[in-house]
């Protein structure tokens, strides 16, 4: 069925008549002072940051990082740590074939012996370095090929082989070097000698290398650490390294075995993760009181996240995530105890850091946007609630004042009831007081009553007083000073000036003037 | 206004009749109060405490015809509110404006009838 504009407008304008009670008007209006109520409240909120789910979210980001980071880290370095050990005990089970119960040093100024074992050793540190998460693996033998030089005492042969072309912008090539050991060994398996090569090592400057080749334990994991960041000797590149004494069956030490971690390694393989808030970067690093050592540690890629590797960090616990505080710089992050332990025995920990900027400034957006919001929501209800009350007060006032000006017949419906129908009452209740009004006759008799009432002199109105005050004629002298004849007379005089024929017939015009509020016309 | 009557009274009374009359200070007639007789008026007191019944029975309807005698009064005698006189209806004006004595309303120039000419209206 369809509806014509004009039935459409007939409908509206009913409906715009039907009157709507006060009760849920005012629930209306409450209703809206409520959300009005609410939207100051959301505002106060939103600027406290209580909606501001940036927190969480962060914290969820960096829990999730930090599983990754975690389940990383762990897995590559305890499975170097096993490959430290494995590779210590390969390489004393060819020392021992070659030199039975003697020690490492009958290796001394035997060059030929020394390219044996160490051509024997290649194939074990190419499969160390290509199979596992590491970028170099090195043996050093507790001998030297010539003890007569100056530098023979802290000169030991050895083989260090290291990945070619690690650098922070290229990605891993498999190519090997030979950074110490003989050179034939390198041409034989056509590897490239390094450009910082050496024959043997310079073991003062070997990280660790004291602690393992001095270990007196009997199990090979007590002596196996890593070593704090440092840089590999003669280049300017900065590593960890896992030293691991290689201990003979008698318990005497061979000399040390180990792999390298450079921190260009380290960056390739734990890149930065992009979120919301910033690059999430890898650290792994030992914890010194409140304080990350980043310096000791490595940093995996930083993506655009500006984390200086030389710079430590001082840490504030949080309730879901850590503060990490720099000298110029913070970040937002969590830590976790790894598995490994450094050459004091100190912990290292995977770290993974966001920088708090980022986090701060998405924060404070989102608490912006929230707030404004809720302002633009305060605002509008506020608007809103003008509205309603002007809508409210309007036809209450409009009534009000058809009352005033006795318009009630003319006045619109007001849309309220309750004030409908008092219009109606007060309407009704009018027309009725005029229906009781004194008819026209008996007001020309008060009129004329009242016009005779004029000639009474001021002792016969005072006297009239006194008896509409309830005095009888008796108590007239007394108050007048005057005979009660006198008073009589004066009576008498009354009557005939208002003709009226008793006392009972002026005091029924008293009353009749008194409930009229015309009573002052008789005085 | 009783008491105003009172003070101007004059007692009349004897052994046998109490009687009390009022002068009016403008035509100086004397009004008398109706006369009412002593109860034991006649009789003579054989004993000494019979004397003593007698003053007093006649002390108390003295006291009682007084009162009578001013109620009496108090119909006929009207107090000038202009010179304070005690005059009776018949030199008392209803004037238009103020009620006076015969005298002030001369003084005055104010016409008037004596109040004494009312008739008896019921009320």
């Not at chain 1, 069925?1 to 409908?11: A, G, Q, S």
């Not at chain 1, 792999?259 to 690093?285: C, D, K, N, Q, W």
């Amino acid at each position: 069925m369809k509806i014509t504009p004009v039935e459409l407008i007939k409908l509206t304008k009913k409906a715009k008549n039907h009157s709507i009670k006060m009760q849920n008007r005012l629930l209306l209006y409450w209703a809206v002072m409520t959300f009005v109520i609410f939207a100051a409240i959301l505002v106060v909120m939103s600027f406290a940051g209580v909606f501001s789910n940036s927190e969480e979210k962060a914290s969820h980001l960096l829990e999730l990082q930090q599983q990754n980071t975690y389940a990383e880290l762990s897995e590559q370095f305890t499975l170097l740590t096993a490959k430290g050990i494995s590779l210590s005990e390969r390489t004393s089970e060819i020392l021992e074939g070659f030199l039975f119960t003697e020690s490492a040093s009958m290796l001394s100024d035997n060059p030929e012996m020394l390219e044996v074992i160490e051509t024997i050793l290649y194939g074990d540190l190419d499969a160390v370095i290509h199979s596992n998460p590491c970028n170099g693996a090195y043996i050093i033998f507790d001998a030297t090929i010539n003890t007569k030089i100056p530098e023979a005492e802290k000169s030991r042969a050895g083989i260090y082989l290291r990945l070619a072309n690690i650098s922070g912008k290229n990605e891993i090539s498999t190519d090997v070097t030979l950074f110490r050991g003989i050179p034939a060994v390198a041409r034989k398996n056509g590897a490239e000698l390094h450009n910082r090569w050496k024959l043997e090592f310079d073991i003062s400057a070997m990280p660790g290398y004291d602690s393992a080749a001095n270990f007196a334990g009997t199990r090979l994991a007590d002596g196996c650490f890593w070593t704090e960041n440092t840089t590999l000797p003669e280049t300017w590149e900065s590593m960890v390294l896992l030293n691991t004494p290689i201990v003979a069956k008698d318990g005497s030490i061979y000399g040390v075995c180990g792999i390298e971690v450079s921190e260009f390694y380290f960056r390739l393989s734990h890149p930065a993760v992009e979120s919301e808030f910033g690059s999430m970067v890898t650290v792994l690093a030992p914890i010194e009181k409140d304080e990350l050592m980043v310096s000791k540690g490595m940093v995996g890629s930083s993506g655009g996240t500006y984390l200086r590797d030389n710079e430590n960090l001082i840490i504030r616990e949080g309730e879901k995530f850590n503060t990490y505080i720099g000298r110029d710089s913070a970040f937002i992050g969590t830590h976790q105890k790894l598995d490994i332990a450094l050459e004091d025995g100190s912990a290292i920990y995977a770290v993974t850091l966001l920088p708090a900027g980022n986090y701060l400034r998405e924060e404070a957006t989102n608490r912006l946007i929230w707030g404004i919001s809720a302002i633009v929501l305060f605002v509008a209800m506020i608007f809103v609630s003008f509205f309603l009350a002007k809508k409210f007060v309007r036809p209450i006032a409009q009534s009000l004042s058809a009352i005033q000006e006795n318009k009630m017949e003319d006045a619109e419906n007001s849309g309220i009831s309750e004030i409908d129908s008092l219009l109606s009452f007060i309407e009704k209740n009018r027309a009725s007081g005029n229906e009781n009004s004194l008819p026209s006759d008996i007001e020309e008799l008060f009129t004329e009553f009242a016009k005779r009432a004029e000639s009474l002199t001021p002792t016969e109105r005072s006297i009239i007083k006194y008896y509409s005050d309830g005095k009888e004629v008796s108590e007239i002298p007394e108050l007048c000073f005057i005979s009660i004849n006198t008073v009589r007379k004066h009576n008498a005089n009354i009557y005939k000036k208002l003709g009226v024929g008793s006392k009972e017939e002026l005091m029924l015009y008293v009353e009749l003037f008194r409930r009229c509020g015309r009573f002052d016309e008789l005085l | 206004m009783k008491n105003l009557i009172r003070k101007q009274i004059i007692d009349y009374s004897d052994e046998k009749i109490f009687c009390f009359g009022i002068i009016c200070h403008e035509c100086g007639k004397i009004r008398k109060s109706t006369p009412i007789r002593f109860s034991k008026a006649g009789e003579i007191p054989q004993s000494e405490s019979k004397k003593i019944i007698f003053r007093i029975l006649y002390e108390r309807e003295h006291e009682q015809a007084l009162e009578k005698a001013v109620e009496e009064a108090a119909n006929f005698f009207n107090l000038c509110p202009h010179c304070g006189k005690f005059v009776c209806d018949d030199c008392f004006l209803i004037c238009e404006d103020l009620d006076v004595c015969r005298s002030c309303a001369e003084d005055l120039q104010e016409i008037g009838e004596p109040s004494s000419f009312a008739g008896w209206i019921s009320g």
